[in-house]
């Protein structure tokens, strides 16, 4: 079975955690912080998460690619059954934790793509004013 782990800088990993344990508790996804005073340094989590793989396949998601967490899980995940997403958003994190179908290089290709259109640009429409109005009158 696939596990997860989601690796930032700072303490959006746990932000993240706070808001998906609202739409999927799972026991499966590993949260880990970078540079963070009381924690384990990246190194010692990446460690961790990978000797746990105990040849499971995994997805990671990292929040900047080519940023310093992003080189750290590509040097610690060499040689294992490790899949690499840099720069996420919820949409697809939901996305692949959720999907049922096998995640292949191609699946997780789709599945980027899908986040990557599930960002817009959202312009407030000037009516609402006018309703928002008539509302609270």
Do not use: C, W
Not at 17 to 40: G, K, M, Q
Not at 87 to 108: A, D, M, Q, W, Y
């Amino acid at each position: 079975m696939t596990k997860f782990a989601i690796a930032t800088h700072g303490q959006f990993a746990k932000g993240l955690e706070s808001t998906l344990e609202l739409f999927v508790p799972n026991e499966r996804i590993t949260y880990l912080s970078a540079y963070v005073e009381d924690e384990p340094s990246i190194d010692e989590q990446l460690s961790m998460f990978f000797e746990a793989l105990d040849g499971e396949s995994a997805v990671v998601f990292t929040d900047l690619f080519g940023g310093s967490v992003n080189q750290k899980v590509l040097l610690e995940s060499s040689g294992k059954d490790v899949q690499i997403i840099a720069g996420f958003n919820l949409s697809l994190v939901l996305e692949v934790i959720l999907n049922k179908e096998p995640l292949t290089e191609e699946r997780l290709a789709e599945l980027v793509a899908s986040g990557r259109e599930a960002m817009q640009i959202v312009s407030p429409i000037e009516t609402m004013e006018a309703s928002e109005e008539e509302f609270f009158a």
